[in-house]
């Protein structure tokens, strides 16, 4: 028997620390203007360790929110999309787990970088839909602050901290929103944006530890984004039996707002129907779909179309089409 799935609740959470395009400027060759021209990005959002500010603890404020009154032991399966987790083991899934006391849930980390938050949906949605749990919880969370070359100028001006989470349960067929999706990776292009592994190296009789950071070909990113996101969304709009037109808002990952903007042109769709909040928070990769999903819950009609959809690292991109109804 095939079932369907509802969203329960949403959440979302970030640092309090503001870094603000001026304050860049103090150490690269940058302006505010230049920056907010090419990104559309303002601020960005930064942990602070001697606040205790983390991975985790944004994961664990962003679950809260989403699962509102839900006695968390009754948590069937949290899956946390991530690619800087705070340990490499255990998983911020399981330490989300135990921070929850959800004693019950089966608990791992997905890593597809920006597309992590859409793959995690997908995949947690399978398990409800084919009756194996009856709900889960799904965080999409990154910090690139720890991992930035902040003299590089094609990436720290783009990056913040951030966690976004849903939470959504098993529901008959006909209360399904969860109405089509399509999943895509091609490894040949995952040196266009990387994050070596930090870490010693054994080498004769020394260790070395090399200090690696992220790198980003920007104009590749770019250019593969705005050829393959609109292209997807049609194909996934297809397979929903419904035209590109009859999407009312799609929230794609917050990577440049210029990407946005070719989005929107090339469905020919007027720019506000590509919901944004990159100027306020940046590229916060896995928590971005779920941070602007969150943002704009309370805004959105009671019922509408909506059209989720990230890119990434991997490469990795996909997208869904969710029937949005107000919980």
């Excluded at 509802?6 to 979302?12: A, F, Q, T």
């Excluded at 409800?128 to 991992?147: E, M, P």
């Excluded at 260790?207 to 050829?227: D, Q, R, T």
């Excluded at 997807?232 to 709009?237: F, G, H, K, P, S």
Aim: glycine residues 8%.
């Amino acid at each position: 028997m095939n079932f369907g799935v509802e969203i329960k609740g949403l959440g979302s959470a970030s640092p309090s620390k503001i870094v603000c395009n001026e304050d860049l400027e103090q150490f690269l060759e940058t302006s505010s203007e230049w920056i907010k021209t090419r990104t559309g990005i303002s601020e960005r959002r930064v942990c602070d360790p001697s606040k205790q500010e983390n991975g985790l603890s944004l994961s664990l404020e962003a679950a809260k929110k989403a699962l509102g009154n839900f006695a968390p032991e009754k948590i069937d399966l949290i899956i946390v999309a991530t690619s800087t987790p705070d340990f490499l083991y255990p998983s911020t899934a399981c330490r989300l787990q135990e921070a929850l006391k959800a004693k019950n849930a089966v608990a791992f980390d997905l890593s597809a970088a920006c597309s992590g938050f859409v793959f995690g949906l997908v995949n947690a949605a399978q398990f409800l839909q084919n009756g194996t749990y009856k709900n889960a919880l799904i965080v999409g969370v990154d910090i690139h602050s720890r991992f930035l070359d902040w003299t590089d100028r094609s990436t720290s001006i783009l990056f913040g901290d951030a966690a976004g989470a849903v939470f959504i349960e098993r529901s008959d067929s006909e209360k399904n929103q969860l109405l089509a999706f399509n999943l895509r990776s091609d490894g040949s292009g995952g040196d266009d944006l990387s994050l070596k592994c930090v870490g010693g190296e054994y080498q004769a009789g020394k260790i070395e530890k090399p200090l690696e950071a992220v790198f980003m070909n920007g104009k590749k990113i770019y250019s593969f984004a705005i050829k393959t996101i609109p292209d997807l969304i049609a194909e996934v709009a297809h397979s929903a039996k419904i035209s590109t037109d009859e999407i009312d808002y799609l929230i794609c990952h917050q990577a440049n707002q210029r990407i946005l903007d070719s989005i929107a042109e090339k469905l020919n769709w007027p720019k506000e129907k590509c919901l944004s909040n990159i100027s306020k928070y940046g590229n916060t990769s896995a928590a971005s779909i779920p941070l602007a999903w969150d943002e704009f819950a309370e805004t959105l009609p009671k019922e509408c179309t909506l059209a989720l959809a990230g890119f990434g690292a991997g490469l990795t991109w996909g997208s869904v089409i969710w029937k949005w109804k107000a919980f």
